[in-house]
Structure formats: structure tokens, C-alpha cells
């Protein structure tokens, strides 16, 4: 069976979003934001 598409594996930062959305504060996700890589689905 062929791949169609890779897992995403998110780093560190984007997996604090992924876990605490709804408790992150603004400030903090700007933070965060900083950190993610530049493929990522946040951006």
C-alpha cells in the first residue's frame, strides 16, 4: 500500500498549543507561535 500523506509530528511548542488551546492565553500563544516550525498548521 502506497503512503499518501506523512503523520504530523508536532514539536514541542506546537503540541503545548495542541494540548492547552482553550487555556492559553494571548500572550502566551504569541509565544508559542514563535516556536513553530514554518510548515506548520497553525501558521
Given amino acids: 500500500m502506497e503512503l499518501i500523506a506523512l503523520p504530523y509530528k508536532p514539536n514541542n511548542a506546537e503540541y503545548l498549543a495542541l494540548t492547552n488551546s482553550s ?5 502566551q500563544m504569541a509565544f508559542l507561535r514563535s516556536q513553530f516550525s514554518a510548515n506548520s498548521r497553525f501558521l
Fill in 23 to 27: 487555556r492559553i492565553l494571548g500572550d
